[in-house]
Structure formats: C-alpha cells, structure tokens
C-alpha cells in the first residue's frame, strides 16, 4: 500500500500531541507500574522522552514506509529494547526484576533472554501498536503522516539523545533494597542500537495487506483483548516450573503467536476492532494491579479508572481504517 499525502502543514500536531501522552501514560499508569501520584509528581515528563516520542518517531516511520500492524509490532520490539535495555536496563539483571518470576533465569552474553522476550512482546503492543491503534481511530488515515520530514528527524534525535544520555549518565534503576549491579558497557549500548535499528529496518519492510475478514465484532475484540492475561499467565507459569531456558521461550513464543494469530483473525487489522481489542488489553492490565493499587493508593485506583473510562471514549468515538 502507497502512503498517502501528508496531512496540511500543522494539522498533525493534535493527533501527534494525542500519541505522545497516550503512550507515556496508559503503559505505566494502567499496569500499576507507575501510579498516579508519582506521575503528578513528574514522571510523565519522563515517560515523554521514553515513551511518547520514540513512539512517534515508530509511527510516523511506519506511515512514510507503508508498513502494517505487523511491522509494527516489529518495530515494538525494538521500542522494548529501548525501554528495558537502554533506560531501565532490566533485561541485564538475573535477579531483582519487576517480575520476580524471571529471577534466577540464565543470562546469555549478559542478557535475560526468558524476561527481554517476555517484556518486549508486552511493550510492542501495550506501549505501540495500541496507543498508535486509539490515536488513529480518532484521526483516520493509517498512512497518513502527522510530522514533517524535519519534524520526524527532530523527535527521532531528541529520542535517541534522550535513552542514550540516561543509559551513560544514571546508574540502574533498582528497586528498593536490590543489590547494585553492574553497569552494562559500551558493547551492550552498541549492541542495542545495532538491535533495534535491525527490528525498525525489518518492521518498516513488513507492507501493510488487507487483512482476513473480521470473524467478529467490538465485544468480541474486547473479550479477546481481557483474555491476553492468558498466554502471558502461561508462559510466567511455564518459567516459574523451573524448566529449561529453552522452554520458556518456546513456551511464549507459542502463547503469543496463537494469541496473535486469533487477534489478526478477530480484527482483521480494523482500526476501530482494534480499539476495541485494546481497550480490552489495558481493562486486563488495570485489573491485573487494582488489589496492589487499592491497597496501597485508593487514589490512584481511581485515576486508572478514569482514564480506563477515557480509553473507551476514544473508541467508542473511533472510525474504522485498515
């Protein structure tokens, strides 16, 4: 599929503005990994630079290159490595990860392959593909760019400065308690950007089709969307068994490819479906942390609620694209 023509000259900056505080705010505060109040407090000016305008740069990448969903949830997984190798640096810890059900995995050349699998499939959707799914339901046009040649150059540069400076100039990020760990090199930061600007080349590849016909409707997307707590709840209980590297990753790459497979078949790559899917997605996420949240902060459970209500605004209000 060709790309269509730019939209006027300064007519993107409400969708793209849309994407950049989608994706800095539903990934973190939906999964209760950042909570409200931290996020007033400054955060979301972080996840600006970490989320929003890597992002962005994806978007209007795929948009110039006409590539499809497919190719961006490639292009995701290069995000995640952004996310967990070059600011939070999670993927080089064999203990004291977010999910504690990774702990003790083997490192291969330095890196959790068991846990950098699993969070990169969850960024490449959750922190992706869907904010980029909400955002253009409210602006149709899926090829569609919102930035000018300077302006993608500009948020591409100020991203990369950005994970880069963080990664030289912070140590790890740990949580409370964790014992220190050793800063990763010049290697692993080379050996990242290496990596993800191979999974942004590959994804841009990867051409937009039109996809199978949709099976079925918006409450089916959404239930589908609620049921994704199922392939990532199998694979954590496939690497809690204690099994082998090499089935725990054979184990989410077959959770995730069915999953993916049954998404694709259901949407049929429908923006709107999509939406919808995802909406369902991030009721799953806010659900997975709602004991935490209301037990730690009533206030921030009800700020998730708010702005799960306002996740289903948007596609409520979406129109449909391929």
Known sequence: MRPEPQTRLGAGWR?????????????????????????AAGAVLIYVFAYGLPVLALREIAARTGAGWPGLLVMGLGYGLVNEGLYARTIFRETGLPLPVFDGMPLVFGVNLAFAAFLLSWHALSSVVLPIALTEGLWPGRHRHWLGRRGLIA???VAAAAASAFFALTDPPLPPGAAPVPQPGAAAFAGLWAAIAALVWLGSRIAARPGPRPAFGPAAAFLLGLAGVIPFFLSVLTGEAGGPLWLSLGALALCVAAYGAAAARLTGGGTRLLGWFGAGWYAMTAGFSAVQLVQGSPVAALASIVVLGGVFLIVARAKDQT
């Open 15 to 39: 969708p793209a503005v849309t994407l950049v505080l989608l994706a800095a705010l539903l990934p973190e505060l939906l999964s209760g990994a950042t909570p409200a109040p931290r996020m």
């Open 155 to 157: 948020t591409g540069v």
